[in-house]
């Protein structure tokens, strides 16, 4: 890999292992560029490549002063910057930042690409991926009907309060009472069925690691629903106006294991097409399309 082109992926400053650090290991393992995992403290250092923060919000970690000031000085050593643009949240927040960076990766959402694309020249469609061996239906299941639900719960937009609302045994997962990654898909495999009340998304992980774990999802219409999901396990409207929808959709997978196994094994079809080593394809045609990759002395080998 000495003759292409390093890609420095910014991590996420967490002390827990999150989104960046398995997106990162897809990248190193399914990219065809020179991809290297960098601290956020260390972006400076960078030289000759790309720097690629998978969410344009880390730039909140640095006043606009001083990421004017890195992109300049990125620019004199020879780096090209994109930044992902994660969701609604991060549009609304750091769309006034948006010129900073030279090209800008968004979600599968075709409204927000669309928004984007009239603030930025370089925009491209990056979906979330999953790892499809890992993430696989399991023969054990919860001998009670379980509904799970993935998230940060303490942010008010994702509704995780509604959950006692809705009549059923459930389990969460969330950041502060932490399930490290590699063990999700057990937790999905304690469950029989996924729920996501979210007001607005960018993507909705859970939603396609549950689909690929082979559970039926009833959810808002966010994120990836309409890809992953058939229309009828989709609740438009307020999740807050609409509690009473998830509990007969949530009633009607209860009553019947046949349609449970049936709605999963269809979310786990559509979930193939989201496989990392598909995805990180596009990882990498992006990163070859970077305009300031004329400029840059070695070309990338995809």
Request: glycine share 6%; hydrophobic share 35%; proline share 5%.
């Amino acid at each position: 890999m000495s003759d292409q082109i390093p890609v420095y992926y910014v991590l996420y400053p967490s002390e827990k292992a999150w989104c960046s650090d398995f997106v990162y290991e897809a990248l190193k393992k399914y990219s065809g560029m020179n991809v290297q995992a960098v601290q956020l403290k260390d972006v400076m250092k960078c030289k000759g490549g790309i720097v690629h923060f998978e969410n344009i919000q880390l730039l909140k970690h640095l006043s606009r002063f001083r990421s004017k000031a890195m992109l300049r000085k990125l620019h004199e050593q020879n780096v090209a910057v994109v930044a992902g643009v994660r969701g609604r949240v991060g549009f609304k927040q750091m769309q006034r930042r948006f010129d900073e960076v030279d090209a800008l990766a968004v979600n599968s959402d075709p409204i927000l690409h669309e928004e984007t694309e009239r603030l930025h020249e370089q925009v491209f469609n990056i979906p979330e991926g999953v790892d499809t061996f890992a993430f696989r239906p399991e023969q054990h299941k919860p001998l009670e009907f379980t509904v799970g639900w993935v998230g940060r719960d303490h942010k008010r937009f994702k509704n995780a309060d509604l959950l006692p609302q809705l009549g059923f045994t459930y389990k969460k997962a969330t950041y502060n009472d932490y399930i490290p990654h590699e063990e999700m898909p057990e937790f999905y495999g304690s469950i029989s069925v996924l729920v996501n009340m979210s007001e607005y998304e960018g993507f909705c992980r859970p939603i396609l690691e549950a689909a690929s774990n082979g559970l039926p999802v009833v959810s808002s219409d966010v994120g990836v629903a309409k890809e992953l999901l058939d229309d009828d396990w989709i609740v438009k409207g307020s999740p807050r106006l609409n509690v009473d929808k998830y509990r007969d959709l949530l009633q009607l997978l209860h009553d019947d294991p046949y349609l449970r196994e049936e709605v999963g094994r269809e979310n786990r079809e559509r979930s193939l097409d989201y496989d990392w080593e598909i995805v990180v394809q596009e990882y990498d045609k992006m990163w070859a399309r970077v305009r300031r990759l004329d400029s840059l002395k070695v070309k990338p080998v995809l």
